[in-house]
């Protein structure tokens, strides 16, 4: 049974992938029938690079994509533009964030009076001088 799955390259922590056509069996990082691309998810911006016609040949001669594969592919469809990840805060981060959150609106808040109470009062010198 033919899979299209990927195979490691690059260094440690620096991780390549090739999108190969290989038998099920066969090693991961062994030999393989065909190229159909790359990935690099550790670039910033991830970068995708898949022969779609060839893909689509390859889906239609049996071959299965493994799940992380057939994600790829769906990237690929829509224009490589991959999902933002969203960040999931502990309590003790959230209400950090809250605390830092109402303070710099208690500051906001508080210059915005400073300005309101300055603005007549340089106002009422200036008509003390024109007098």
Not at 67 to 82: N, P, Q, R, Y
Request: charged share 35%; net charge positive; proline share 5%.
């Amino acid at each position: 049974m033919l899979k299209i799955k990927l195979t490691r390259l690059g260094k440690k922590k620096e991780p390549r992938y090739r999108i190969v056509v290989n038998e099920c069996r066969d090693k991961r990082d062994g030999s393989y029938l065909v190229s159909l691309g790359y990935y690099h998810p550790a670039a910033t911006p991830k970068v995708l690079k898949l022969d779609l016609k060839a893909y689509d040949e390859w889906i239609a001669k049996g071959a299965q994509p493994t799940a992380t594969v057939a994600f790829l592919h769906k990237i690929a469809l829509d224009g490589g533009k991959f999902p933002e990840k969203k960040l999931e805060l502990s309590r003790k981060a959230k209400a950090k964030l809250e605390e830092q959150k109402a303070a710099s609106e208690a500051e906001k808040a508080a210059a915005a009076s400073e300005t309101v109470t300055q603005a007549p009062a340089e106002t009422q010198d200036q008509a003390v001088e024109n007098k």
